[in-house]
């Protein structure tokens, strides 16, 4: 999978840059969790693997999925529209505090 960031902020963090920004190990859980996605081929299996704990948003978000980093931090992706068969873009739009 491709992997395309909204921001510089988050680029920056997925290459081990700006921990401090956020609580202690949301920087890693972020890592782990962008490995994770990079390994795999289609968006459906995200939904395949629970230790992923993502979950298909609706309403507003309709368009996104969100993968715990922990209790209250959610890492929210966005797919593309048209599936690509060679390469699957995930758009890393935001980590989120839930609470």
């Not at 909204?6 to 920056?12: H, I, P, Q, T």
């Amino acid at each position: 999978m491709k992997i395309t960031f909204r921001s510089n902020e988050l680029e920056k963090l997925a290459n081990g840059e700006g921990d401090h920004l956020y609580p202690k190990g949301i920087g890693k859980k972020y890592r782990f969790a962008l490995a994770k996605l990079e390994e795999l081929e289609t968006i459906y299996e995200i939904r395949s693997d629970n230790s992923r704990k993502a979950e298909w948003k609706k309403w507003d978000r309709a368009d996104q999925v969100g993968i715990w980093l922990n209790a209250t931090w959610r890492l929210m992706l966005k797919f593309p529209e048209h599936e690509e068969w060679e390469v699957l873009v995930c758009l890393v739009r935001e980590i989120v505090d839930y609470h």
